[in-house]
């Protein structure tokens, strides 16, 4: 059980063009997702935390108009990154907080922005 | 803020050994979690263990196991037996208790620890 997908997994796009990552909690409900970054060979660094039916809440430095979170319902959530640029290209990762309050990560999305 | 510190960005073991990892944190909270995190290759975050701040015996979890320090802010990872499966990075992580308030919060996450087994 907890199974959270991300999908694609891998996305090429060109500059400027937009961009969006799904997240779905496959088997439970999750009213709250979180959406991480991570370049690589770093940490994951949160972005922004998703709530079902309500505004996304960005962590400081984070572009809001620039990644648009919507969580439409219990088991998805979308980020889209707009008027994409190469310094976007990263690996996203998202997860799902279920009922218990545990966290459960999705596989990740890498971004190349070209 | 609440920070995560992890000194060691690599570590070597030998097969069959023991190794630490060591993480320390920084929070005014008094409730909180704290995790240990693998990231292999293919980058699917797995958890490894899990300890509730207000509980004082350390978390173990077959050949994994930590020693929280909660007045010097400290939570070790220790590795019994590696085995070559093991290799990845470790991630150390804090989040805040559930009751806290002010609604759910992500993790924050250390730099990390690449560790390497040696066959």
């Known amino acids: 059980g907890a199974v959270v997908s991300q999908h694609p997994s891998w996305v090429i796009c060109k500059s400027g063009t937009s961009v969006k990552i799904e997240c779905r909690s496959l088997?439970?409900?999750?009213?709250?997702m979180f959406w991480y970054r991570q370049f690589p060979k770093q940490s994951l660094m949160l972005m922004a935390t998703s709530n079902e039916g309500s505004k996304a809440t960005y962590e400081q430095g984070v572009e809001k108009d620039k990644f648009l979170i919507n969580h439409a319902s219990l088991t998805l959530s979308t980020l889209t990154v707009t008027s994409a640029h190469p310094e976007d290209s990263s690996f996203y990762i998202c997860?799902?907080?279920?009922?218990?309050?545990?966290?459960?990560f999705g596989p990740g999305t890498r971004l190349t922005v070209t | 803020a609440q920070t995560v510190t992890q000194s060691q960005p690599e570590m070597s073991v030998q097969e069959a050994e023991t190794v630490t990892l060591s993480c320390t944190y920084d929070?005014?909270?008094?409730?909180?979690?704290l995790f240990w995190y693998k990231q292999p290759p293919s980058r699917q975050m797995i958890l490894v263990i899990r300890?509730?701040?207000?509980?004082?015996q350390n978390a173990t979890e077959n050949r994994f196991s930590v020693n929280f320090q909660k007045a010097a802010k400290s939570f070790s990872l220790k590795i019994s037996d590696s085995q070559l499966g093991d290799a990845a990075m470790y991630f150390c992580?804090?989040?805040?208790?559930?009751?806290?308030?002010?609604?759910?919060?992500?993790?924050?996450f250390g730099k990390g620890t690449h560790l390497i087994i040696q066959p």
């Open positions: 088997d439970f409900q999750a009213t709250t």
């Open positions: 992580a804090y989040r805040r208790a559930d009751n806290s308030g002010g609604g759910a919060d992500g993790l924050t």
């Open positions: 300890q509730e701040a207000y509980k004082q």
């Open positions: 997860s799902a907080r279920a009922l218990n309050y545990e966290q459960y």
């Open positions: 929070t005014s909270e008094s409730d909180y979690y």
